[in-house]
Structures are given as structure tokens and as C-alpha cells.
């Protein structure tokens, strides 16, 4: 329960009148009216919803073709894994100066919004291999092979067998690199620029002046909703593996 006591006080303080003031003065909403009416952190909202959208679609193409062809032994099998969970295991910050050089030094490409999406992708990649692998039923090579003897053409094999049977694991996986990409930001910090991600945003926020009930009302909504679509994913990848 004490890991979880930032958390609610998080939420609880987002309701508080006298904003962070203790005991409460009275419970309101008018923090979360303040929080809809600043154009900033709505800006920031939408960038951060535009990038993950696009991570998703990135994210749940490559890993769900990885997680596939991961069934199968080939040289190299070991490896591609363990470069994919690089993208764990580094470092966020390290990772960030990393991706500024390469694409900002080296490339010259100039800062902005949208090269957050390789980084993102490369964050999220490994998390939606790992749901898929986990969610892959184990009769589903059995019945791949049952009909390709039966004459069924790649196309035919993924479309009617491979797809029904892994569907609710890729949804899963899709929510999942949905959720890390929303709420990243050291990976991303140094190569966005001006445009700002909502998580960004909140470092600027509070980096600049006291933390504000504004925020408190804007992390309240981010972990809820957050925390309903893992639970959403998680029903998902159990559904998928249960059929």
C-alpha cells in the first residue's frame, strides 16, 4: 500500500479546493475545468496522442511479425532478441543524447515532433514482442501446419488461422506500446524541440514553478486512464491465450 501512496495522493489533492493545502478546505472539480481550459497542456496532449497513434501502428506491425517468425529456429534467433531488449535495458537519458546525436549531429536533421517515433518504437518494440511470445497459443503452429497440408495458400494460413487465434494478444500488445509511448519522455526530451509531449510538458511545468493542482488533476487522468488500458490489454492477452 505505501508504493501506491503518492498515487492517491496524487488523485485526492487533484479534488482539493485549497490546492495543496492539508487538511482538504472541500472537494471540487475546478482544477480538472482549469486543466481542459490550458491550451498549452492540450496542444501537448494531442502531440503526445498524434506520436503514440503512430508508435502504435509501427510497434504492432514489426513486433507482431517478430513474434511470428521467433517461432521458427534460424541463425541469429538469440541475437535479434537480445537486441531488441537493448531498447529496455538502456538507459532513458543515455539513450536520449544517443538519438539527439544521430539524428540531430549526424544526419542533420532538424529537432521536432515526429522524430520522437523511431525512439518511441524502439522503446515500446521489445515490451510487445515479449506480449506477443507470451500470448501465442502453443497449438497455433499445429494448426498452421494442418492447413498448409489441407492446401491453404501463406495469405490464406494467416488471415483464417494466424490472425483469429493471435488477434486479442496483438490488441494487447497495440495498448501496451499505446501506453509506453504516451507517457514517455527522457528517451524523447532532446530531439522534439519546441513541440512539446504532454510528459514534457509536465517537466517543464513543474521544473519551472511549484507543482500546480493542475497537474495534479492532469497525472490523475493519465494514471487512470493509463492504468484501465493495461488492465484492458492484460484481459486481452489472458482472452487470447485462453482461446
Not at 56 to 74: G, K, M, N, P, Q
Not at 178 to 201: C, K
Amino acid at each position: 500500500m505505501y508504493i501506491y501512496t503518492p498515487i492517491l495522493s496524487l488523485i485526492a489533492f487533484s479534488f482539493n479546493e485549497g490546492g495543496l493545502t492539508f487538511p482538504f478546505v472541500a472537494v471540487t472539480a475546478s482544477w480538472y475545468a482549469e486543466l481542459f481550459a490550458n491550451e498549452a497542456i492540450i496542444s501537448a496532449i494531442v502531440r503526445s496522442l498524434k506520436v503514440a497513434l503512430v508508435v502504435t501502428i509501427i510497434t504492432t506491425v514489426l513486433s507482431t511479425a517478430a513474434a511470428l517468425a521467433y517461432r521458427y529456429e534460424f541463425r541469429g534467433r538469440k541475437t535479434i532478441l537480445y537486441v531488441l531488449l537493448l531498447g529496455i535495458i538502456t538507459p532513458g537519458i543515455t539513450y536520449g543524447v544517443g538519438a539527439t546525436l544521430f539524428f540531430n549531429e549526424l544526419l542533420g536533421l532538424e529537432k521536432s515532433l515526429w522524430l520522437a517515433v523511431p525512439v518511441h518504437v524502439v522503446w515500446a518494440l521489445p515490451f510487445a514482442v515479449i506480449v506477443l511470445l507470451a500470448g501465442i497459443p502453443p497449438h497455433l503452429a499445429r494448426n498452421e501446419q494442418a492447413a498448409r497440408v489441407m492446401g491453404a495458400s501463406n495469405w490464406t494460413v494467416f488471415r483464417d488461422i494466424i490472425l483469429p487465434q493471435i488477434g486479442p494478444t496483438v490488441l494487447g500488445a497495440a495498448v501496451f506500446a499505446f501506453t509506453l509511448s504516451y507517457n514517455e519522455a527522457t528517451r524523447s526530451l532532446l530531439v522534439v524541440g519546441q513541440a512539446n509531449t504532454m510528459p514534457i510538458q509536465i517537466f517543464t511545468i513543474a521544473a519551472s514553478k511549484r507543482a500546480t493542482p493542475v497537474l495534479f488533476a492532469l497525472g490523475s487522468l493519465t494514471t487512470v486512464i493509463s492504468t484501465l488500458l493495461l488492465i484492458g490489454a492484460s484481459l486481452l492477452i489472458f482472452y487470447g491465450r485462453r482461446n
